[in-house]
């Protein structure tokens, strides 16, 4: 033990009393919530470069940068400066605005999308690229991998039925079956499995969708060729590649998670879907592809798909400036950062003896408390949870917000200076102690 005090935390406990009579869970979205781990989260009160500061005055080394967006750090500046300027103007017009073009522009000269809509969540992203590439193809079924999440879309949230190639599961009670019964869940990595389903249904697959490396399940990269394959499996039947870069987009390299392998390897996916960094900390997010495609949209063509704030002024003005700000400097120190860390990691948890293996692609990596490579859902749900929440308690009464769950990235920014990231390793051996105790 350090003899550090446990942190005052009396108003995050009063505020998520009240919070608790009012909202299912006290939070807005689960994963806020410390039900995988334990206790009360805390309320954030402000935040400023690294660090966030709860209702009780204590201060963070943040290491969930709101689950992506943050990349440049809280409350920048420059694109506080923008935003502010935004507001000034007013902030929802329902007409096409200068900062939507601009932001659609900077996305087009940044990847492979050749026309880009935008919307206001990941959700309504992915929700609306399968609307279209059932429109656009004619077919009916979707492919996606177990442990990926592309928000919480009916037909996405499936869960694997048993065998391969049956129809999913709801993955959730109030989804009924029929929106996934076209829908159908495969281990990623797993090549088979793929050229197995395509086989079976050759003439009824609309599109293949997969996060571009998975995150959601800690970070599981690709194997190497593995989404040329699927592009290139998809590309054979007819079907739509769709890859969501959510999480990746501009943040597991200024290419996202395309620019470590579709750039260097010469394909494109047909579709992808944007969130998180894009929108600079504001509700927006997008999906854009071949023009092809993305033409059977309305108003152009009879894909309906719509939104009051889509393309908001003030979340694209948030999105252009962090975009603009994203330089290589700002992913070189984060790739840093992150080496920095991932390595005070590992060798924490080696000498405390605990079991846990670091993965990650390009700038973003997540911590497995497991044995041995994890390739997949199945082997991520090998994680110890127990040893993490202990691990994750520790880190918090040392000042470092970790996300709540041990199935989740860890994000920096190129806020995380040298007494950030101290402040992390400082913390580390205790709570690897933590770790091996639970
Ligand atoms: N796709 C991916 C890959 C995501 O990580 C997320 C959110 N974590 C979503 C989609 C859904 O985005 P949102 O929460 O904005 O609806």
Redesign the pocket.
């Not at 990926?148 to 919480?152: A, E, K, S, V």
């Given at each position: 033990m350090t003899g550090r005090p446990t942190p005052e935390t009396t108003a995050s406990a009063a505020l998520f009393e009240r919070a608790l009579a009012v909202t299912p869970g006290g939070v807005n979205?689960p994963v806020r919530a410390f039900n995988a781990v334990g206790g009360t989260p805390r309320f954030i009160r402000s935040a400023a470069g690294a660090w966030l500061t709860d209702v009780d005055g204590n201060e963070y080394v943040d290491l969930i940068c709101s689950?992506?967006p943050m990349l440049l750090g809280h409350a920048h500046p420059e694109v506080q400066a923008r935003v502010a300027e935004a507001v000034a103007r007013g902030t929802s017009y329902g007409t096409p605005t200068e900062p939507e073009v601009q932001l659609a522009e900077e996305i087009v000269g940044r990847t492979p999308v050749e026309r880009v809509r935008f919307v206001s969540?990941?959700?309504?992203?992915?929700m609306s690229a399968i609307r279209l590439a059932r429109g656009f193809t004619g077919r009916d079924v979707i492919v996606k991998f177990a442990g990926?999440?592309?928000?919480?879309v009916d037909s996405l949230l499936a869960s694997a039925g048993s065998g391969l190639a049956t129809f999913a599961l709801p993955g959730t009670p109030g989804v009924p079956v029929s929106s996934t019964e076209l829908t159908l869940v495969l281990p990623y990595n797993d090549r088979a499995a793929v050229e197995k389903v395509f086989a079976e249904y050759p003439d009824r697959i609309a599109c293949l969708i997969t996060?571009a490396a998975p995150?959601?399940m800690g970070v599981v990269p690709p194997e190497p060729g593995f989404n040329a394959f699927l592009a290139e499996t998809c590309s054979r039947y007819g079907a739509l590649f769709v890859s969501?870069?959510?999480?990746?987009g501009f943040r597991a390299s200024k290419l996202g998670q395309w620019g470590l392998d579709g750039a260097v390897e010469g394909w494109r996916p047909d579709l992808m879907?944007f969130?998180?960094v894009m929108g600079g900390g504001f509700?927006a997010?997008a999906f854009g592809g071949r023009a092809d495609v993305m033409s059977h949209l309305a108003p152009e063509g009879p894909v309906y798909q719509a939104g009051t704030l889509s393309g908001n002024p003030i979340a694209t003005t948030a999105g252009l400036a962090t975009l603009r700000l994203a330089t290589d400097e700002v992913y070189d120190h984060i790739g840093a950062a992150a080496d920095t860390i991932k390595a005070a990691a590992s060798d924490a948890l080696s000498k405390a003896g605990v079991a846990h293996v670091v993965q990650s692609t390009g700038t973003m990596f997540s911590v497995f408390f497991a044995e041995g490579t994890v390739r997949d859902f199945t082997d991520a749900s090998r994680t110890d949870s127990t040893a993490y929440a202990a691990f994750f308690h520790a880190m918090l009464d040392a000042g470092v917000y970790l996300p709540p769950s041990a199935y989740e990235a860890w994000f920096l920014s190129a806020a995380h200076d040298d007494r950030a990231v101290q402040t992390v390793l400082d913390a580390l051996p205790d709570a690897a102690r933590a770790a091996a105790a639970a």
């Open positions: 979205s689950w992506g969540s990941g959700t309504e992203a992915t990926c999440y592309h928000g919480h996060e995150g959601n969501d870069e959510v999480m990746t879907t969130g998180k509700p997010a």
